[in-house]
């Protein structure tokens, strides 16, 4: 029994896989292994087949990785509601450089017209309007650049108002061609027409533009109080007009309604040229009540006043060479009469 109770020496390095009696069944071939020999099957005649080693499975490929970020691609650290915040900062720098840009071009507009003013009040800008060719003998009578001397707030309105003037300039030109094709059909009663439709056209065109535009213009241009008043006294009359070459009386020049309705019974073709004409007066009509309503609108918000109106026309006159020369000549005279009076 001694040698079943005692110890290996801690020296001694025993490994029990190799015993005699394993070493010997592992290398037995002729020995059948359970997954080979089945003792329970009856049609098993004879001893148990021999051992035969099972060659060792293929390892398993090696999965790569589908979802692998590729230093080029974005890559989303955050959450939802880090991407909003994200969106919602470039928005407000996209904001913020629209309104510097706008600034920007609002300085260089003062600049250039800080440099045009730099030059003296001797200095006087070139006329430039109206655009006419060099080989003309008559050149330009004013100098109109809204970019430069309007301010931004006020530049769309100033620009629809001169297009505004252009489109009452087309439309009294297309009167005077449908008063002409009337004349062409019926010589015996539209020679008058005819002749009131190329003074309408003469005379409205320019002095729409002095008396009406180039107030607002001014007005704008300087925030003057007095072309204020002058652009709505004489916009309004203007607007009066408006109405009657809507209305069409026979006889006063204008193809309205009433002339255009009663071209029917003449001449078809020349009826609808009339009432076409009739509908640009009746367009051109309503923008002019919409144009004098904003106008209107944005003079409150100026600050602009029939005081101020007051002053300005008080200083205008004053300052006027012309006008002031003549006050001087009539103090004078005033005076010789009266000191040849008491003599």
């Not at 009131?196 to 008396?211: E, G």
């Not at 009066?240 to 001449?267: D, E, M, Q, R």
Request: glycine share 6%; with cysteine; charged share 15%.
């Amino acid at each position: 029994m001694s040698k079943y109770t005692t110890f290996p020496d801690a020296t001694d390095d025993h490994n029990p896989f190799q015993d005699p009696s394993v070493t010997q069944h592992s290398s037995n071939t002729g020995y059948a292994t359970l997954d080979l020999y089945n003792p329970f099957d009856n049609n098993t005649v004879g001893p148990p087949p021999p051992y035969e080693a099972t060659s060792p499975a293929a390892p398993p490929p090696a999965l790569t990785p589908t979802n692998r970020t590729t230093p080029t691609e974005p890559r989303n650290y955050g959450s939802n509601g880090t991407q909003s915040a994200v969106n919602a900062t470039t928005a407000d720098l996209l904001r913020k450089q629209e309104e510097l840009e706008r600034k920007a071009k609002e300085l260089e507009r003062r600049e250039r017209e800080l440099d045009a003013h730099a030059l003296g009040s001797g200095a006087s800008r070139q006329n430039n309007w109206p655009p006419l060719p060099s080989f003309c003998p008559v050149g330009p009578c004013f100098y109109q650049d809204i970019n430069l001397e309007i301010s931004q707030n006020f530049q769309r309105t100033v620009t629809t108002m001169y297009y505004y003037w252009m489109f009452t300039a087309c439309t009294l030109l297309f009167n005077f061609i449908s008063s002409l094709a009337m004349f062409c059909v019926d010589t015996t009663g539209s020679g008058v027409g005819l002749g009131l439709a190329i003074l309408w056209a003469i005379l409205f065109t320019p002095c729409s533009f002095v008396c009406w535009y180039r107030p607002v213009y001014k007005a704008f241009r300087s925030d003057s109080s007095f072309n204020f008043f002058a652009f709505f006294f004489v916009f309004f009359a203007q607007l009066v007009v408006y109405v009657i070459t809507t209305i069409g009386i026979p006889g006063w020049g204008f193809s309205g309604w009433i002339v255009s309705l009663a071209a029917l019974k003449v001449n078809k073709v020349v009826a609808v040229i009339m009432i076409l004409n009739s509908v640009l007066f009746t367009g051109q009509t309503a923008m002019g009540v919409v144009l004098l309503k904003r106008v209107h609108s944005m003079y409150r918000k100026t600050g602009a006043s029939f005081e101020k109106a007051q002053a300005e026309f008080a200083t205008g006159v004053l300052s006027n060479q012309a006008v002031r020369q003549a006050a001087t000549n009539a103090t004078v005279s005033a005076a010789q009469g009266a000191f040849t009076g008491a003599r």
